[in-house]
């Protein structure tokens, strides 16, 4: 019996160490955690965001909307970043991922990095840090986040639309699809105030304007619209848009919230988002709050962040962000 009761203990002490020794080897995400790697990495981030963000200031948006498209879809990995191969499909290049641009840049704050620590800083942990970054170069609140992502070696385009909300979803798609990740419906409402700054293209807001004028858009906003988007099959080699937020176009601000109360929203989500009766408290009230909707932004950013990430020894630190180690 002494023998048993023994031998239990030492099961127990055994796999108490076995999972002390995987936690040090992967602690998941933490705060600052390149601090003994490479100390300086998130300050060169965030000096590359500022510089380019001072050269080419529409790389803010760019940075906020690839966090929604990468992390949203399965994996917060970097898959985003990945060019096509002759196998597959890359999720930068479907349809989805329409307007989304500036990739590039990504490459320019990697290089960065690598000359200060090669090999060890994720482009995963570069695209969620580049957006943190972006938001406060727009003018939004700063939203510590955690870093120890590994970058992922496959892009998921085949999967794509089983996790990104499209514009015209409906607002309970769209509720469905963030709450499988952990945000909730204020979060949602906090998140779709990115809409704030950037623009939409005339090709996502054309059904909203031709054969017929949607009635639910403010006449006043409509005149402006029909401006900026006089066709109704936009000319695919011309940039035609319209700014998400006339007033304040450059800013991320609560100003989207009282847009679209007034029916200024350009997007079939936007109108929604301030009709439906799940969603309409909340924009009533980050309308007139900007700290309540920094608080749930914020809030929001950090789930979507850390969504099912590579970490410890899972997934490769990219040589460089649009291809796998690999493929070298």
């Not at 607002?171 to 952990?182: D, M, P, T």
């Not at 919230?257 to 989500?269: A, H, P, Q, S, W």
């Amino acid at each position: 019996m002494v023998f048993k009761a023994l031998f239990f203990l030492a099961v127990i002490c055994f796999s108490a160490v076995l999972v002390s020794a995987e936690n040090e080897q992967d602690p998941g995400l933490v705060m600052n955690f390149y601090k003994d790697t490479c100390p300086q990495a998130e300050d060169i981030i965030r000096e590359q965001v500022r510089l380019l963000y001072k050269r080419h200031k529409n790389t803010a948006f760019s940075w906020l909307r690839n966090l929604f498209h990468d992390c949203a879809v399965e994996s917060c990995d970097a898959s985003l970043l990945l060019d096509s191969t002759r196998r597959s499909l890359s999720e930068k290049e479907t349809d989805r991922s329409f307007g989304l641009r500036n990739f590039r840049y990504i490459e320019d704050i990697k290089d960065a990095v690598e000359r200060e620590c090669p090999g060890v800083v994720s482009c995963s942990d570069i695209l969620v840090l580049s957006a943190r970054d972006g938001v406060v170069q727009l003018g939004g609140p700063y939203i510590p986040l955690k870093t120890g992502r590994r970058d992922g070696r496959k892009s998921r385009a085949d999967v794509l639309e089983q996790y990104l909300p499209d514009h015209n979803e409906s607002i309970s798609v769209v509720l469905e699809r963030f709450g499988k990740i952990g945000i909730d419906t204020p979060g949602v409402v906090a998140l779709l105030g990115a809409h704030s700054v950037g623009r939409t293209h005339c090709v996502k807001l054309v059904h909203r304007l031709y054969p017929e004028v949607d009635p639910a858009l403010n006449p006043d906003h409509v005149e402006h619209m029909l401006h900026k988007c006089p066709d109704p099959i936009p000319d695919p080699q011309a940039v035609q848009y319209v700014r998400n937020d006339r007033g304040t176009p450059m800013i991320l601000d609560n100003n989207y919230y009282r847009n679209i109360l007034d029916n200024k929203g350009l997007l079939i989500v936007d109108h929604q988002l301030a009709q439906d009766k799940r969603t309409k408290p909340y924009v009533k009230k980050m309308a007139k709050s900007q700290e309540y909707w920094h608080k749930e932004f914020s809030r929001a950013i950090t789930i979507l962040s850390e969504n099912d990430p590579l970490t410890g020894d899972k997934g490769e630190i990219r040589q460089h962000c649009n291809v796998a180690n690999k493929l070298h």
